[in-house]
């Protein structure tokens, strides 16, 4: 029609698409890439039988590629409230852009690359938005991110680091992300429900953090010499209480060994990583130490405090009873 038609300047060629077919959207693009000039669609495709196209749905398609439709659509949640309200009809929890789930990724593939996305995304700082699974930015639209990633059974390593990074600040060295993944999804999966990010956190401080038993330092003292550093480790296991003095390349090193030493244990200190924790209120730093077992598994401890040598200690102890 568009071809053809004679006066074709003094015509308004208008469609008017339904979604029998589930094909709305795509014939309305289709339509204006044929030269289409006018859309008459609906709000959230409220229309005969399966509805008639979602003008919204369009118009947020446009913006993704770069294309101003024209219309002000930058809070959705208003649009939402107001159509909620008039026309007594909710909004599926999937629909495009407006659904509560559509920003949202519970796939631990899909958070992986989302993290990485975001991540990269600050690095460039080109002010592109450029992330997989979101097709534009949710600010854009008065839409939030930082519930886009939730954890449940289908969660892996990508998702909850995510959300301990975001929200508590915590920087998990990549194996042990993977490791916390895995307690994650057991939870989940046992429990048959969606984790909230209170309640990762709380996981990671059960498993991860201040393990006392059997295994505990109670005092540790250190003498640099020209080679080496020496320690004098107090510890205890199952409330025996033994001094022992070892050395090392450095003060973590030398108290492993002193632990290695007294009670004869069998690991390699393998991954050692601190940051301050930036959103903490006090100067408090936290450090994560990954050991090594025969087998070649590893073992994971994280400690906090304000001093990082204690902070990397906790942590090396709660390594150890995880083993």
Avoid at 8 to 36: F, M, Q, Y
Avoid at 92 to 118: C, W
Avoid at 143 to 156: D, K, L, M, T
Wanted: proline share 3%; hydrophobic share 35%; net charge negative.
């Amino acid at each position: 029609m568009h071809k053809h038609f004679k006066n074709r300047d003094s015509i308004i060629l208008s469609v008017h698409p339904h979604n029998d077919r589930g094909t709305g959207i795509a014939a309305t693009e289709l339509s204006l890439l044929a030269g289409a000039d006018r859309v008459e669609g609906t709000l959230f495709g409220n229309g005969e039988r399966t509805g008639n196209i979602d003008v919204l749905n369009v118009a947020y398609n446009m913006f993704s590629q770069g294309i101003d439709p024209k219309l002000n659509i930058e809070n959705i949640k208003e649009i939402i409230d107001v159509y909620e309200r008039c026309c007594k009809m909710d909004i599926d929890m999937r629909h495009p852009y407006a659904g509560k789930l559509v920003f949202t990724a519970f796939s631990g593939s899909h958070q992986d690359a989302i993290n990485k996305g975001v991540h990269a995304l600050h690095e460039r700082n080109t002010g592109i938005w450029e992330v997989p699974y979101l097709p534009i930015d949710p600010a854009d639209i008065g839409r939030e991110y930082e519930p886009v990633v939730r954890i449940n059974s289908q969660s892996g390593k990508g998702g909850v680091g995510y959300i301990l990074e975001t929200k508590f600040g915590l920087n998990l060295p990549a194996k042990m992300r993977e490791a916390m993944g895995y307690t994650a999804k057991a939870v989940s999966d046992h429990t048959q429900k969606e984790l909230m990010p209170e309640e990762i956190f709380e996981l990671f401080k059960k498993t991860f953090e201040n393990k006392v038993s059997p295994f505990s330092v109670r005092e540790v003292h250190f003498n640099r010499t020209a080679d080496s550093m020496k320690a004098e480790v107090t510890s205890s296991f199952n409330g025996k209480t033994i001094t022992t003095r070892a050395a090392g390349n450095g003060r973590l090193d030398a108290v492993s060994n002193a632990l290695k030493q007294a009670y004869d244990l069998q690991f390699e200190l393998v991954t050692y990583q601190e940051h301050a924790l930036e959103k903490s209120s006090s100067s408090r730093a936290i450090a994560y130490v990954g050991i090594q077992k025969p087998d070649r598994t590893l073992a994971w401890g994280a400690g906090i405090d304000a001093d990082i040598i204690s902070a990397s200690i906790d942590a090396l102890v709660t390594a150890i009873n995880n083993r």
